[in-house]
């Protein structure tokens, strides 16, 4: 295979059933779905964490949150660390000491006072979660082509439950496509990619290049062609939309309070689904272009490309929206498309994979020793059609988002763990429940697989050194204990090397 250029392509707060590519009969998102066909589309790709900065973090570092301590998005941070320590170790550094070009457009959030620039990145800097309509880049090039500025109508947002506005969901823009924020990343994006291909033509230097785009993460706003693109009639609503949050951490139905769902109609929560889809519409089309620039300037067969996002969006599944402490597969199971030239095409995996993986995969295909990706593996094997040693489940984790909350979830083909230390556990058989309405983890004909479960996730977070294992160390039965939970050492005889703890 070859491809030492990367083309990485990120959107941010991406459902997976909205991708045509993803089954979706209804999306139109033609750019991504040949890009799958021509790649390896990947059915059980998840984030590492549902929160946009560690999410983000994590790629850059290819370490899981709770190892590089980002764990929280500046805008709603309630005490933890909000930058990178310095030394840290990043892939674009490792592919600027090895000659590459590095550039990103768009979206950064990794970092309040450390931009993308300090990691190496080329590009204008762009603060925040959300498209920056007052940046001087971004308003030089309205003017620059007599383009209209922003401005929007038909608002849709709930009431809170203190009777003020909710958060804004979606709006009608009045500007035309030219105009948009994702039009004009995808312009930058163009431009960049056509110095850097002069680089590497005259063969100075290969290129590592990133866009990501703002959306189609809430609030939806998008011209009159997309805010009406699809039918709200023609929307299906998700069958969680009927959750009762019986038997579900109670924090879960204050979040759905807090984004005022119950407060919008049905005919609301349908036209929100249709403008989602519309604003990826959207998005998919600025893809084309910059896939038919690649192709404009004879780079597709020197260049890998990747398609993937931070995690997903509820958009009114479980009667949620935005992200937030509830692990379900909305946001936590993802696309992710990565084609690589000379590799087979239109596979699908369905191997555990991981937002975390892109790092390794990045650092292969550019030559780097990928060994400082703590918690990465390459997918170079599984692109290239090999069937290498896999594991079969996965962990992932949240710390919090507006207020702390720390849960660690295992995730394997049928069923869904999630350990909440402050309120009741969940398990979920994705097999005869996919929509996660009935938490099973205190049914008794579930107590085998609870306990294996429990006892896999302690191994696992073990072995990563997380130390949200301390607490099941304590609280449940997960083979015994061979350590002083104390760490003290006033009674290390109490704990025996047959993992029995010894009552006198």
């Not at 994702?182 to 431009?191: G, H």
């Not at 407060?263 to 609301?268: A, I, R």
């Not at 998919?284 to 620039?293: K, L, N, W």
């Not at 083909?413 to 996660?436: A, F, H, I, Q, T």
Request: net charge negative; with cysteine; hydrophobic share 35%.
């Amino acid at each position: 295979m070859t491809g030492r250029n990367i083309l990485f392509l990120m959107t941010d707060q991406h459902r997976v059933d909205s991708l045509g590519a993803y089954g979706n009969s209804a999306a139109e998102t033609p750019a991504l779905d040949a890009l799958a066909a021509s790649g390896t589309r990947f059915d059980r790709w998840f984030t590492p964490t549902a929160i946009c900065t560690p999410a983000r973090a994590s790629l850059l570092t290819g370490q899981a949150p709770f190892r590089h301590k980002l764990l929280a998005n500046h805008e709603r941070n309630v005490g933890y660390i909000e930058d990178l320590p310095d030394g840290q170790f990043a892939f674009s550094s490792a592919l600027r000491e090895e000659g590459y070009n590095c550039g990103l457009l768009g979206k950064w959030h990794a970092g309040t006072k450390r931009t993308a620039a300090d990691f190496g990145f080329d590009g204008p800097h762009f603060d925040g979660w959300h498209n920056a309509i007052d940046h001087e880049d971004y308003l030089a090039y309205l003017e620059e082509r007599g383009l209209p500025s922003y401005e929007i109508s038909d608002r849709i947002r709930g009431v809170l439950p203190n009777g003020g506005p909710g958060n804004l969901l979606a709006a009608r823009l009045h500007q035309p496509v030219e105009a948009t924020f994702e039009y004009y990343l995808a312009t930058r994006t163009i431009e960049m990619l056509e110095r850097y291909a002069d680089d590497y033509r005259s063969g100075r230097r290969p290129f590592f290049l990133a866009l990501h785009f703002f959306g189609p993460h809430l609030p939806y706003i998008v011209p009159s062609e997309y805010f009406d693109r699809f039918d709200p009639e023609q929307i299906e609503l998700p069958v969680s939309m009927l959750e009762t949050f019986a038997g579900k951490p109670p924090v879960q139905r204050n979040y759905s309070a807090h984004w005022a769902f119950d407060s919008l109609t049905v005919e609301q929560s349908r036209k929100l689904i249709a403008v989602s889809w519309g604003y990826i519409t959207l998005i998919d089309e600025q893809i084309a272009r910059v896939m038919a620039a690649l192709e404009r300037l004879d780079l597709v067969d020197d260049t890998a490309v990747f398609f993937t996002c931070d995690h997903g969006e509820f958009t009114g599944s479980h009667r949620l929206h935005d992200k937030g402490p509830a692990m379900y597969e909305d946001i936590y199971r993802t696309p992710g498309i990565v084609r690589i030239p000379g590799a087979p095409a239109g596979q699908v995996r369905d191997e555990f994979v991981s937002l975390l993986d892109c790092t390794a995969t990045i650092l292969e295909l550019a030559g780097v020793d990928p060994t400082p990706a703590t918690d990465s593996r390459s997918l170079v094997p599984l692109v290239a059609g090999e069937s290498p040693e896999w594991p079969d489940d996965i962990v992932c984790e949240f710390h919090g988002h507006q207020f702390p909350y720390p849960q660690r979830m295992l995730r394997n083909e049928r069923y869904k763990l999630v350990v909440n230390p402050e309120s009741v556990n969940e398990l979920y058989d994705l097999e005869l429940d996919p929509d996660e309405l009935q938490n099973v983890y205190e049914l008794p004909e579930y107590g085998s697989i609870r306990q294996r479960m429990l006892e896999r996730l302690y191994r696992l977070l073990q072995e990563r050194g997380d130390n949200f294992s301390h607490w099941m160390t304590a609280m449940y039965s997960v083979g015994g204990v061979d350590y002083d939970p104390s760490f003290g050492g006033f009674d290390d005889a109490a704990y025996t090397p047959e993992r029995t703890l010894v009552h006198e």
